[in-house]
């Protein structure tokens, strides 16, 4: 898996021509999926109560791309993706390194020396993207809700 880094200040944000035609395209039926993949959102909950994620109380009024689970340890973590891989569920890990520890910031460390950011370090550690789409079966979000709950069983 590739990661990301930040090799300058700022970003890049445009849209081609083409892709924001798409985009435009997307919003017929938009409220339909959302509902949906808060579904998927609230399935994730409820299956994963027991099971030492936790989900932003807030995360239902967001637009669902992924669903950020944020575990008890970045071993907790680690044991979770190693079980989601072994049932070949794809997650992922967006927020790790956090970007103040990415290249750039490192060697401009005056950016965010003023700043304490060991709660975002902390919780960057712990965050696991978990798949969220609006055709996701029933069957699918119980494979995840599985995966994860057989990492806690395992205590790995």
């Known amino acids: 898996m590739q990661t990301r ?8 944000g445009k849209l081609s021509e083409i892709s924001a035609a798409i985009g435009l395209r997307q919003l017929v039926g938009l409220d339909r999926r959302l509902a949906s993949r808060r579904k998927v959102l609230e399935c994730y909950r409820t299956g994963m109560a027991d099971a030492g994620v936790r989900f932003q109380d ?8 992924f669903a950020s689970a944020c575990c008890t340890s ?18 992922r890990d967006y927020y790790n390194p956090p970007q103040h520890r990415h290249p750039y910031f490192v060697t ?18 712990r965050i696991v993207s978990l798949p969220v789409h609006d055709h996701m079966a ?10 994860v709950q057989e990492a806690e069983v395992r205590g790995e």
């Not at 907790?76 to 079980?83: F, I, N």
């Not at 029933?138 to 995966?147: I, K, W």
Request: aromatic letters at 0%; charged letters at 20%.
């Open 5 to 12: 880094e930040s090799i300058q200040l700022g970003m890049n």
């Open 108 to 125: 401009n460390a005056e950016l965010v020396e003023s700043t304490d950011l060991a709660v975002t370090a902390d919780i960057c550690s």
């Open 58 to 65: 807030n995360a239902n009024v967001a637009s669902l791309c």
């Open 74 to 91: 970045a071993d907790h973590k680690a044991a979770v993706l190693g079980s989601l891989r072994r049932h070949a569920i794809e997650a």
């Open 138 to 147: 029933p069957d699918d979000v119980a494979r995840v809700v599985a995966a």
